[in-house]
Every structure is written in C-alpha cells, then in structure tokens.
C-alpha cells in the first residue's frame, strides 16, 4: 500500500514525467501527485541532457508545493539527493551522492534527479521533482549501472518506489519542519565528490579546484589552486572529477 499522501497516476509512456506533472500543477493539483512512467519519450536531466529511459526503469515526478522563496528551491534536490541516498543505501546498494543530482555506484550512474519550478507573481507556486532510477536491465549508455547488475538479480520496481516514497516524504517534512540541515547533512555523508580534484566548466572555460563543502542551496564550495574559494552554482557549470 502507497501512503495516501501520495495520488498517483501510473503511466505506460510519456514524453517526459516532468512535462506531464507540471501540466497537471498548473491545473491545480494537489502536492503529493505522483506522475509514474514505465518509460519516458523525451526524458531529460540537468542542462536539458537527454536521460535514457528504457522499460525496466523507475522514472517518476512529485508536484510539492512548499513555502518558500524561489530561490529556495534548488534546496529540494539536496532534499531529494538525501531521500534517495538513505533508501538505497538501506538496501545495501554500495551508493554515493555525486555532485549536485545523481547517484552512482562503482563510478557509475546509477540514478538522477531533475527538480523544476513553476513560479507566479507571489514566488514559487509548486516544484516538480524529477527522478530516474535504473532498477532492471543494462542501461544502453556507457557509464551507467542498475540494481539488478548491482544484485545480479531482478528487482521489484513498486517495492523500490514505496522505499523511496517513504524516505522523500520523511525528509521533505522534515525540511519543512526543521529547515535544510538535516538533510545536507545526510548530502555531505554521502557526496563522494567532497574533498576531491573537480575540473569546473563554465563560461569562462575549464579550471581545476579542490571541492570543499556543500551550501545551504546546494551550491559547492570550491577551492582553486592559488587558495581561493568560490562558490559555483549547478545551474552555471558542470563538473568532472579528476
């Protein structure tokens, strides 16, 4: 049984779950609507870079409305990040957090997040919470991983959602309850990016930086080889480790 506070809506195909809850926002519906594909058309992560969705997949979008500024609203992914990490983590999936919205096992991806806003004269109407979870299957694309090759068995993709249902709704209660800590916390235990050699792409090309810390709005704090710090915004650059 799924929590009723989530109203869900289960879906063969769309173009892109993130799509299909907005639409469905903008109409008016409630927070805790739940958009869930067995695969996406056109699914996309940050940057608007494709994200593969195959069937045997998790791909699913949560409508929130929280009360907060706009600019509050790249807190959710750090929210959402944590979610996720506890819940595959509790499921002995050997997982880390790499900066700022995917998880990976093994050095490869595993999972991504996408969180999306709509916004209106008097700040943030609603955020749309996007995630890909590849559950069964290879995925087609070099680099990535699944559960079932993590396992070396198939997997219960409606047991995976309830888990990960479960640990979102927790720690968005919690945000709303105690503010960003708890969860950045669980983020920075988890980041794997922390303390390592990034190379920072940008605007301004490409220079190389020590990774320090995780803000408060999920910005990362970098330190550059002459010791200057900055902070750098993931919607500004990308990131590679060394």
């Not at 049984?1 to 769309?14: A, G, K, Q, R, Y």
């Not at 699914?43 to 608007?48: A, D, E, L």
């Not at 968005?172 to 794997?192: H, T």
Request: proline share 6%; net charge neutral.
């Amino acid at each position: 049984m799924f929590d009723p506070f989530f109203h869900i809506h289960h879906l063969c195909e769309v173009d892109s779950t993130n799509d299909r809850a907005k639409e469905l926002a903008r109409q008016g519906a409630p927070e805790g609507t739940l958009i869930v594909a067995e695969t996406q058309r056109a699914g996309r992560g940050r940057r608007g870079r494709s994200w593969s969705s195959p069937h045997g997949g998790l791909y699913f979008s949560l409508i929130l409305r929280p009360p907060i500024p706009p600019e509050y609203a790249s807190q959710l992914v750090v929210v959402t990040a944590a979610s996720l990490y506890r819940a595959l983590h509790r499921r002995s999936l050997p997982v880390s957090l790499k900066w700022p919205n995917d998880l990976v096992a093994g050095g490869k991806k595993l999972a991504g997040i996408l969180v999306e806003g709509g916004f209106a004269s008097q700040g943030l109407s609603f955020a749309v919470v996007g995630v890909g979870v590849n559950v069964n299957g290879q995925p087609p694309i070099e680099g990535a991983t699944s559960i079932e090759a993590l396992t070396a068995s198939p997997q219960g993709k409606e047991e995976i959602l309830q888990d990960i249902l479960g640990e979102m709704k927790a720690g968005y209660l919690a945000y709303l309850a105690e503010g960003i800590e708890p969860a950045l916390a669980d983020y920075r235990r988890g980041c794997i990016t922390l303390n390592r050699e990034v190379i920072i792409i940008g605007p301004e090309g490409k220079a190389r930086a020590k990774a320090i810390d995780v803000g408060s709005r999920g910005e990362l704090l970098v330190e550059y080889p002459d010791g200057c710090r900055r902070l750098v915004f993931a919607d500004e650059v990308s990131l590679r480790t060394c």
